[in-house]
């Protein structure tokens, strides 16, 4: 699997960074996968629109409108796909794939919208 680090320039430098870690992962059918998204904003009280994206036309995994500053509910958000779910703690959001099949594998996206 790989991931992509995204930066996007806005209003002003620096106002949203997104690191995604780890660049790339190879795992075996049956193991447990977090990816992880770290995103750096300007302005502390924002609020973000995060996708996590797979290539191969599968479109958005998961998608949530966030607080910069507010943790999600002690519960993951659910995603599209059955088991994946998807936790943030500010200023990390995670990506977790329980019991990765072969269905899995491919390019994972973490996709970072600064609401204005």
Do not use: K
Not at 3 to 15: D, N, R, T
């Amino acid at each position: 699997m790989w991931g992509l680090g995204v930066l996007i320039p806005l209003l002003e430098a620096g106002a949203l960074r997104v690191i995604q870690d780890p660049g790339e992962l190879q795992v075996t059918a049956g193991d447990t996968v977090a990816l992880r998204c770290r995103v750096e904003v300007a302005e502390s009280e924002a609020l973000l629109r995060m996708e996590w994206v797979r290539d191969g036309g599968l479109g958005v995994l998961c998608a949530t409108r966030l607080g910069f500053v507010t943790p999600s509910p002690l519960s993951p958000r659910p995603c599209r796909d059955p088991g994946v779910q998807l936790a943030w703690q500010p200023p990390r959001a995670t990506l977790s794939l329980p019991q990765v099949r072969g269905n899995h594998s491919g390019r994972y996206l973490c996709r970072v919208t600064l609401e204005i």
